[in-house]
């Protein structure tokens, strides 16, 4: 039977990375709020320092470093701290990934290029997954893995093939680590968000004047293909990651929430300002800063 228990995360040890900003952020303070005590790894100096105070004004055990998920190193450095100070793992959220504001096509790119896209973007869930896995173990207890991915891992997005396919590639990382780690009763599941304001695409400086809007009758160009009438923001995000981190989503696993205001949803379908849906839109322009 649910009840107030089923979302509480008392006694649970939950690692985000990349949990310094935006979505990260919201996950590691939605644990927080809810009980859990939170490792987070996280690359800026800046951003460790501010979430560490900011999760020890709101009561939160935290271990907040600064470690690049890249480097395996660091990754193994940082879990044999988790180790120490709690000696157990319940939570993975593998929330590090960029664009790394590159729109180009492919030949446009170099290869170091696609060797950086690929780092940041699936490399790294090999390195901290296989790093977190003797931990998340040893209790015996199980416990749920939660990659971050993107909508563009479910539909195509031009001039960055690279990302593109490395988001359609954390869809298999996941349902197959579900297999994998089923006898030891740890569930996978991924959360593809749409474009979300935050840190990494904060739309106040990204669009255009008036393309922002969220409600019919307004320009909201870019809000066009959103049923939901908005962008995301952080925290609808770390609501779906309470839900597959708690027992509330025991029976979930191997699977993706896409948490994108229903933009999959829509396909080739956009509304115009009035209201009205159409699959032959007249396009005007990208909506985007410096893009025509």
Known sequence: MLNKDSVSLEGKVALVTGGGAGIG????????????RVAV??????????????LADAGVDALV????????????????EVDKRYARLDILVNNVGDHLGMVKTLEQMSEEEWDQVYQINLRHLFVVTKAALPL???SGEGGSIIN??????????????????????????????????????????????ETTDSEQVPL??????????ELLGKPAYLTRTLPSNRFGRPDDHAGAAVFLATELSSWVNGSTINVDGGGLAAAGFQRIPSGPWTIIPEVTGTGVQGVD
């Open 65 to 80: 470093s600064q470690t690049d998920v890249r480097d395996s190193a660091q990754v193994a450095d940082f879990l044999a």
């Open 25 to 36: 952020r919201a996950i590691a303070q939605a644990y927080g709020a809810l009980g859990a």
């Open 136 to 138: 998340m173990r040893r």
């Open 204 to 213: 106040e400086y990204l669009l255009k004047p008036g393309h922002a809007g």
């Open 148 to 193: 971050v991915s993107s909508i563009e891992g479910f539909r195509a997005n031009p001039y960055n093939v690279i990302y593109t396919c490395c988001k359609h590639a954390v869809t298999g990382f996941t349902r197959t680590m579900a297999l994998e780690l089923a006898n030891d009763n740890i569930r996978v599941n991924t959360i593809a968000p």
């Open 41 to 54: 790894a996280e690359i800026s100096a800046e951003k460790v320092s501010a979430l560490r105070e900011e």
